[in-house]
């Protein structure tokens, strides 16, 4: 894992020495909170006697930022000198408020027309960024069209020697000749990240399961000047002839795939000068013929998709990398932000980085090498048959920390509330193929099997929003979904696709027939029951200096169609926790977590932010909210006042802000 020079430098000039100040009690002045994703702050003031007594500050409507309400509501927004910085709406709007009122300083926003439109990445986004030398504030954002742009923090006006008049187009720079970039299919739900006066910015694509074609933009990394906007380096995810890891690839298929971008957001170890980023699939989701390659004598393939990337900050120069998954055909794209550790292993101080995963596992690994901190072994995993697929034949397998959740499926994750309901989960079940975690995809047939049954699901396990860290008690805190889907491959129709498999499952032959038990995809179920056993989404505490799970509760209340379903009248189900893209966050003395989707409570219709005790998941008080939690949440201190804020949102409730504090 040496370093290497798959890096094409532009110039260096104005590209300052220093770094971002750290940041200053109270202020919450990144996306996670800091450069390392720790979602953790030292304050104490809201603890488990006074949670319950939250009251609401204000609240922040979304409706009128857009041309139409937002109803997946996903920022996270900062707080730095008393006001806090957010994006909202469906034009993906920026917005300074007054942390203590919720008064409106400024608003900005830019008419895009059919690049907008046409954004494989639309709505609010999930964040921005924030910089400042001292003299200087900037608000650093992305379009819905890729384009990056920043503002005056005091006045919401765009910086006019940034770029051109406060612009840069990320469509242009992206060393992809002979690709028509303005219609390029690329963008970004996530906040760059800024890191000694560079902006690093990734690409985000359409959902791969049924790509239009095996050639599609390719997701670039590059570093900007935080006060030009000029570029500075530009990383290669798929590399170019000459370039390492070009020998892990076929060489047409390296010129013609695309995707590998780093969707998601990244961490930095500004001592380090490094920025570290997880890097997704190419094309494809779950088919991967047209993207065969492989380097002899090591498992590696396709660098460097599904890999954990360290760069160096100021010269995009790589580092170390780690490819968690070898020619995937799970969609087990790595989703959030690494985190950084600083842990005594085995008597031992170790600078560590904890990436979390969609398939349930934390990798981590030293932080300046890339070497594992805990064995990752290399496993023989299921040879499948799809036709024209090449498989890898081993799997990375981390040996610790254990898994945070279920892996693959077995009849014993299924359904078990009454043993009629077991009975008729095994017989949907028997549809379908069962397996480990790793078990490929099949071509889908009506007659079985329609699929390859999946735990976690494709979306995981984690996702975009991530696990936080207290550095104080070497705590790893994270949220997952429980949910169980099937992978199946059909030939797509009507010249949809140049691939020559996408996702989907077979028709019934029988075109008067009624739908078949279970349904298919994500729909899997019994009577509208879940197909697995509860619980269905959880919270897991780890700790990181041992390697060991520390505890694991359900997150949420039991659904309406659980608690109200009449095969389980009379039957006492205890808390099965309740799906969603749910954050946490950590404080002092407190693990804070909305819960996800609506549900009916004794408050009303509506959701639960939720505490619990850091050190054993007991509950530790709720607070009602009206709609579930979509973003995730953060909390600040202005005037020695302690303020939790959480964006909601939900089918049929527009996008709010909701920000707490104690009552008076």
Known sequence: ?????????????GVSPRGQMAPKAGEWPTYSGDLAATRYSPLEQINATNFSKLQLAFRFKTDNLGPRPEFQYQATPLMVNGRLFTTAGTRRAVVSLDA???????????????RGEAAPRQLSGRGLSYWSDGKDERIIYVTPGYQMIALDAKTGLPVKNFGTDGIVDLKTGLDQEGLDLTTAEIGLHAAPIISK???????????GGAPKSKTNVKGFIRGFDVRTGKRIWIFHTIPMKGETGYDTWDPDAAAYT?????????SADEELGIVYMPVELPTGDYY???????KKGTAETSLFSETLLALDIKTGQRKWHYQLVHHGIWDHDIPCAPILMDLVVDGKPVKAVAQPTKQNWLYVFDRV??????????RPVEKGNVPGEWYSPTQPFVTKPPAYERQGVTVNDLLDFTPELRAEGEKVASMYKMGPIFTPPVVSKWEGPRGTLMIPEVTGGANWQGGSFDPDTKRFYIFTNVAITSLSLTQPENNASDMLYVRGIARNPDPTAKPAPGGGGGGLAVRGLPLIKPPYATITAIDMNKGEQLWRIPHGDTPDNIKNHPALKGLTIPRTGRAGRIGVLTTKTLLIAGEGGFATTPDGRGAYLRAYDKATGADAGQVFMPAPQT???????????????????????AGELLVYKLGT
Request: glycine share 20%.
């Open 258 to 266: 695309g995707n590998a971008g780093v969707w998601a957001q990244m």
């Open 197 to 207: 006066d560079v902006i690093v910015i990734g690409a985000a694509h359409r959902e």
């Open 288 to 294: 991967g013929g047209h993207r065969g390659g492989k």
């Open 100 to 114: 203590t009122t919720g008064e409106m300083k400024w608003m900005h926003s830019i008419e895009e027309g059919k």
């Open 369 to 378: 090498t890339g070497k594992p901190v805990w064995p990752i072994e290399e």
């Open 1 to 13: 894992m040496g370093a290497g020079a798959l890096v094409t430098m532009i110039g260096l000039a």
């Open 631 to 653: 973003g995730s949440p953060m909390t600040y201190m202005v005037n020695g006042v302690q303020y939790i804020a959480v964006a909601v949102s939900g089918p049929g409730f």
